[in-house]
């Protein structure tokens, strides 16, 4: 295991779901140190340092949402939740307590994975910055903001999400699941789609025929940038 492989921190008072993730997360290339409870964590969080935190939200004693409010105190250590209660309430108060991402037990192991790579990319990467340019739009990553010439245009939050996400690897295209595992608040990879089509209206002369926003068959979409 190559000491540079992303260290994360598996916290889960189950026993054979802790040793299933460890063994399968490590299979995919993650260095995994797990915790059985919130003040285990906490001791290996003295000790080590980690790149990520899976972590259940129903433990006895200290639960996941608190572990995850203290943690937001004194470090930016992205957390992703685990949980089997899939309300939307749930999933606010999870997101509000500080968590980076929140999935709803039971769950795929490949979509654990994807979800994980969208929190390290988001948090490993340098923050955008500069513009991107195409056709006549030129888009700011920092500011998520798309001009036409000199002109305004206005998008919507997942639109202005989605177009940053693709905006920082142009030419390199960017499957469904990744679109929306770092865009969990457009949904899933249907409503990727609708997405992709209301932003084709905005910057493509003609939509059914797009330049710039691209799809690749079999794999999702790139933007094609000058």
Known sequence: MSLDAPHILVVDDDTRLRELLHKYLTEQGFRITAAKDAADARAKLVSFDFDLIVLDIMMPGESGLELTRGLRE??????????????????????ESGADDYLTKPFE????????NAILRRTQAP?????????????????????RGK???????????????????????????????????????????VQVTRLRRKIEENPRFPRHLQAVRGVGYVLIAD
């Open 74 to 95: 004194a470090s930016q250590v992205p957390v992703l939740l685990l949980t089997a209660m899939g309300e939307i309430e749930d999933r606010i108060a999870g997101l």
């Open 109 to 116: 192991p490949r979509e654990l994975v994807l979800r994980i």
């Open 127 to 147: 923050a955008p910055d500069g513009q991107i340019c195409f056709g006549e739009y030129s888009f700011d990553l920092a500011r998520e903001e798309l001009h």
């Open 151 to 193: 002109e305004f245009v206005r998008l919507t939050a997942a639109e202005a999400s989605l177009l940053t996400t693709l905006a920082r690897q142009p030419g390199v295209p960017v499957s469904r699941e990744t679109l929306s595992a770092e865009n969990p608040s457009i949904g899933n990879t249907r409503a990727i789609d």
